[in-house]
């Protein structure tokens, strides 16, 4: 089946060290997002890619980057990683010009 | 900017029966989407239901249906013959309908409402 995948699930890193995460799809969209979901708040986008063009949310962190290399993966890095970066990030993608978002699992990060 | 507020952080229901959630919202924008989406525990969102501001007539998906009040800006979820499966975590979601280039449409999201169906 098509689907939105994000690697590894669970993610503990150390308060300071960079930590990478992956997402890949196999449903061929030209369009992929990132949303932070932290504890009990509303999932908030930090940037999305259309093609290899990189859309950054204006309030999203300069430690915050991501990368896509070709249209089935893209990454999320986080360079110094701090406590209130503990959060479910989900990846999601979508058709150029449609509105509907299709979403992976997530991937829970612990800063310790 | 547009908010969403979803006012029931958690609700619980009865295998069986019925029940809705509850969602409203603020924009100036005329012409946009709404969005229910579903997250069970460790999955991924799905998207349960949509709605178009311009239609008048109620979405509707099986069990799922939707009460949309454009002029109060409400958008609730009813869930009719609630199963163990509809456990999760409930988004309420906007769109704007006009195109923000850079080849998106951006979502808003509410903070969610925890549902479990109770054997």
């Known amino acids: 089946d098509a689907m939105v995948i994000q690697n590894p699930r669970y993610q503990v890193t150390q308060f300071g060290k960079p930590v990478t995460l992956s997402c890949s799809q196999t449903l061929n969209h030209n369009v992929m997002y990132w949303y932070q979901q932290k504890s009990s708040q509303a999932p908030k986008l930090l940037f999305h890619?259309?093609?290899?063009?990189?859309?950054n949310e204006a309030d999203t962190p300069d430690n915050f980057q991501s990368r896509r290399p070709n249209t089935s993966f893209c990454f999320l890095d986080i360079r110094s990683p701090g406590l209130g970066d503990a959060a479910m990030y989900l990846c999601?993608?979508?058709?150029?010009?449609?509105?509907?978002?299709?979403f992976g699992p997530g991937t829970r990060l612990t800063v310790t | 900017a547009q908010t969403v507020t979803q006012s029931q952080p958690e609700m619980s229901v009865q295998e069986a029966e019925t029940v809705t959630l509850s969602c409203t919202y603020d924009t100036s924008e005329n012409n946009y989407y709404l969005f229910w989406y579903k997250q069970p525990p460790s999955r991924q969102m799905i998207l349960v239901i949509r709605?178009?501001?311009?239609?008048?007539q109620n979405a509707t998906e099986n069990r799922f249906s939707v009460n949309f009040q454009k002029a109060a800006k409400s958008f609730s979820l009813k869930i009719s013959d609630s199963q163990l499966g509809d456990t999760a975590m409930y988004f309420c979601a906007f769109m704007k309908a006009s195109y923000s280039g850079a080849g998106s449409y951006q979502l808003t999201f509410g903070k969610g409402t925890k549902l479990s169906v109770i054997p």
């Open positions: 890619y259309y093609d290899k063009d990189f859309n």
């Open positions: 999601a993608t979508s058709r150029e010009g449609d509105y509907e978002q299709y």
């Open positions: 709605q178009e501001a311009y239609k008048q």
